[in-house]
């Protein structure tokens, strides 16, 4: 499997606590890339056990509408092997683990998952998405992220990172970790989920817009909301506009007419093309959903 083989393609993952059955049932129509039936911090202690034995049926809900479905497990690991059988049961796609220790604890679950849903050589079966939050796990960022064939993504906890480091969650402390991240991601092939600032005042699309495109220029390629109305505005901003999506065909179109012509260099808007451009232009492609263009409303400048 290639490196960019691996990684996630989701623009939007949408929290939604396993154990509230309204949340679970309206999140079919959030429209949401994935959405991740939670097991562990939205659920009292008191409600995990159930929560774990409803997981069946809420996949099954979920699954009415377009989104993949990931469980977010529990620590320690009494409950974490619990709950990753009964999401692998159930027919989720993946888990998110929480407080990745490092490589060891996600060989450890994928070597679960090999037991529980082993899959054909090639073939990747339920992903794991590690989450990076405790000052002990940064160090091992990249090794997390190259730890297993199953990792598609990783996550950041910004909240639990900066409650052990001292900071605030929105503090460059933290941003720095997630820029790490970032270029781990890219060395392993996989997906870097984030955004660099919060958006917790959902209510305020323009802050929301703002903090996804950013992100989206610092390399990241989606990220996590816990309320369905950012859903819509992470899926614009971490997709391709039309502009960008037509600039990209054009510089493909062309390098193919100069290799037919036996030429190495060429232009395409009065810029010269070389192969890191192309390299941008056929990432973008290949992000470009089926029946989608890409997106209207921001301008080239915003996303570069």
């Not at 309204?22 to 079919?28: C, G």
């Not at 369905?228 to 997709?239: D, G």
């Amino acid at each position: 499997m290639s490196k960019t083989g691996r990684a996630a393609p989701w623009r939007s993952l949408m929290y939604v606590p396993a154990n509230v059955r309204r949340f679970v049932e309206k999140a079919p129509q959030a429209g949401a890339d994935a959405v991740i039936l939670d097991l562990e911090d939205s659920v009292p202690v008191a409600a995990k056990e159930a929560a774990r034995e409803a997981l069946a049926d809420s996949v099954a809900v979920v699954r009415q509408g377009p989104s993949q479905v990931l469980v977010r497990i529990n620590r320690p690991l009494s409950q974490a092997v619990r709950d990753a059988e009964a999401a692998v049961a159930a027919g989720a796609d993946g888990l998110v683990l929480t407080k990745a220790m490092g490589p060891e604890h996600v060989a450890l679950f994928a070597e679960l998952l090999d037991h529980l849903a082993p899959v054909p050589d090639g073939q990747r079966g339920v992903v794991i998405v590690p989450i990076i939050e405790t000052a002990e796990a940064v160090p091992l960022i990249g090794a997390i992220a190259a730890a297993s064939p199953r990792v598609a993504g990783l996550l950041c906890g910004a909240e639990d990172l900066a409650a052990e480091l001292g900071c605030a969650p929105d503090d460059e402390t933290v941003a720095m970790i997630k820029r790490q991240m970032v270029i781990a991601c890219a060395a392993a092939g996989v997906a870097p989920l984030g955004l660099l600032g919060t958006v917790a005042d959902f209510r305020d699309p323009e802050v929301v817009r703002r903090v996804a495109l950013a992100s989206r220029r610092a390399g990241f390629t989606g990220a996590t909301c816990v309320h369905p109305a950012i859903v819509p505005m992470l899926n614009a901003a971490f997709a391709p506009t039309d502009a960008e999506v037509d600039l990209a065909r054009r510089q493909v179109e062309a390098a193919d007419a100069a290799a037919r012509e036996g030429r190495g260099s060429f232009a395409v808007d009065g810029r010269m093309v070389d192969e890191p451009i192309l390299r941008r232009a056929r990432r973008v492609l290949a992000s470009v959903r089926p029946g989608s263009l890409g997106r209207v409303g921001c301008t080239a400048d915003e996303t570069r």
